[in-house]
């Protein structure tokens, strides 16, 4: 993935209020690309990200992990929006299995928790964002473009 990169941006965000910002500069941030890589410890914002992202989307739709589902979708304009979370699955044959492939060519938004797991699997452009909380509540969130 080294490769390939591109550009990074670094944003910091003190409390959820921010967050629309922080979604509206990813978008801008973020161009054609369509395939977003949620990294981050577990409670660090990644599906509270996720959440506003969507909205920023126009999904109405309850957006909620798919912790136990694998994959979610989404309307958005009449688009699908499609969340991963790849948190239980055991190996990479796993998410082919499910034709992780087809989803991430689609052209639609996806929109990735615990990529690490499908490394292997993912597309060239694409955007990382890895998401760290400080002591003090802020979370740190540094993107990274691949194309």
């Given amino acids: 993935m080294d490769d390939n990169l591109l550009e990074t941006l670094e944003l910091s965000c003190a409390n959820q209020e921010e967050l629309p910002v922080v979604a509206k500069e990813l978008f801008e941030f973020a161009g054609l690309i369509k395939v977003w890589l949620f990294v981050g410890d577990l409670g ?3 599906t509270t990200l996720i959440k506003q992202i969507c909205k920023h989307l126009g999904v109405v739709d309850e957006v909620v992990s798919p912790t136990f589902s694998i ?12 969340h991963f979370d790849f948190y239980r699955l055991s190996d990479e044959e796993e998410a082919m299995n499910i034709g992780v492939g087809e989803y991430f060519d689609s052209g639609n938004y996806c929109f990735i928790e615990w990529p690490q797991k499908v490394e292997q699997v993912l597309p060239d452009d694409l955007l990382l964002i890895k998401i760290t909380s400080r002591e003090d509540g802020m979370r740190d969130i540094k993107v990274t473009k691949y194309e």
Avoid: Q, T, W
């Avoid at 994959?71 to 499609?82: R, T």
């Fill in 71 to 82: 994959i979610n979708e989404y309307l958005a304009e009449d688009k699908p929006v499609y």
């Fill in 44 to 46: 660090a914002g990644k």
